[in-house]
């Protein structure tokens, strides 16, 4: 006999352990499954083992999507501060760090406790290690086939996540389920991920590993409108240069806004037109070119902009003409590059894509066109930027649907 419940959630991530908690403090039966043997493995590894849980400033700005108003209701509903006010009635010590971000002191381990108890709560049935074989719509709602035995449910929340770290478990079975029940899926591809470049073209490159710097990051048609001005994107942020390409907060935030065979641009020295500077210090200063912008960059970096554009670092500043100096002036405030493809879902924190917002509701997250069906978290076409913003997205999507199911 199949074991019988109100609601399944399949996935035990940051999302589904939301969504379990809340619908089973609202006296619903709940279980909650899912396929690995060690719990929420990437809230354990994110912020380098303090979970940045939340971003002060989180709002519906701060998503990608296909459609991107789809997030503004369950957001609103569940905010910063609600999740704010659960850590602190828990008594977890944490701290800003920047821009908003909320880390722990201490552990992400104090965040999975905190959604475990939550969960514990609601006394949420679990399952797990626990592979789900198929679903099925019946009279009364779905059966699910796993590990351990059926299970019969009125609801399924689908919480499984996206493609992002494969080494920790992620599966396209979220996507599967979706296209099972005809709901169109969104193509994924990574996001939040380093970008690489193909070996000669990086060749002259490659000595700069190492350097980090503050940039200022763009990529996208800066005179687009409409739904195209979504689809830009503009940060200040650090900028780490590697072996195989470019990393660090500046490329990570970049990276879901790109397209492939597009260029990125970066302004090296984003509080300074470069041209004006060198040009007005014409006739001041009489130090050789190379010199003067190991003033305000990197040594290594100052040199290979030079060289990459026709300029000899021994140069005298006072021998070049203006035109020239605009030349440098541009390479360093305005460098166009174009990556050959990114590091992929083996570095990548997020997935964009998956489920199309259109075919959810966005009060309750439940499928406009299969009753009872509900997908939440990094399952759904929405997707953060970097910085706390995907774990508010889990806490607000997981509440939605925990609050309807």
């Known amino acids: 006999m199949a074991k019988q419940y109100d609601v399944a959630v399949i996935g035990a991530g940051a999302a589904g352990m939301m969504c379990a908690a809340v619908a089973a403090q609202r006296g619903k039966r709940v279980v909650l499954l899912d396929h690995a043997t060690r719990l929420a493995e990437k809230i354990r590894i994110s912020g380098g083992g303090r979970c940045n849980f939340t971003n002060l400033n989180a709002g519906p700005a701060n998503f ?42 201490d552990s992400s381990e104090q965040i999975i406790g905190m959604l475990r108890a939550e969960c514990a709560a609601g006394d949420v049935a679990w399952r797990m290690p626990c592979k789900v074989g198929g679903i099925e719509k019946t009279a009364t709602g779905f059966r699910i086939e796993a590990e351990g035995g059926d299970i019969d449910c009125a609801s399924v929340v689908v919480a499984t996540g996206g493609l992002s770290i494969p080494k920790i478990g992620a599966t396209d079975l979220g996507y599967r389920i979706a296209r099972q029940f005809d709901l169109q899926v969104v193509e994924p591809r990574p996001g939040l991920v380093p970008l690489t470049f193909d070996g000669p073209s990086w060749e002259a490159f490659a000595p700069l590993a190492g350097i980090a710097l503050e940039v200022e990051v763009s990529t996208g048609d800066p005179r687009a409108k409409g739904k195209a001005r979504d689809q830009r994107g503009h940060f200040r942020e650090d900028l780490l240069f590697t072996h195989r390409g470019l ?159």
């Open 247 to 405: 990393s660090g907060p500046a490329i990570l935030q970049i990276s879901s806004y790109w397209q492939p065979g597009t260029p990125i641009v970066l302004d090296l020295l984003p509080d300074m037109d470069v041209a004006e500077e060198l040009i007005s210090s014409k006739n001041t200063v009489k130090k050789q070119l190379g010199n003067v912008l190991a003033q305000w960059l990197p040594a290594r970096l100052a040199e290979g902009r030079l060289r990459a554009n026709g300029f000899a670092p021994d140069a005298r500043l006072a021998d070049l003409a203006d035109a020239r100096l605009r030349v440098l002036g541009d390479a360093i405030n305005r460098w166009g590059i174009t990556p050959t493809g990114s590091e992929g879902y083996r570095k990548a924190e997020v997935t964009l894509g998956g489920v199309d917002t259109r075919e959810l509701s966005q009060q309750s997250m439940m499928a406009n066109k299969v009753p009872g069906l509900y997908f939440i978290g990094e399952t759904v076409d929405v997707t953060g930027w970097l910085g706390g913003y995907n774990f508010q997205w889990a806490w607000a999507s997981g509440y939605a649907a925990g609050q309807s199911v």
């Open 64 to 105: 990608l999507s296909q459609n991107p108003h789809f997030c503004r209701s369950a957001l609103s509903r569940y905010t910063p501060q609600d999740f704010l006010g659960l850590v602190k009635k828990y008594r977890i010590a944490y701290h800003e760090k920047h821009k908003g971000q909320l880390f722990c002191d």
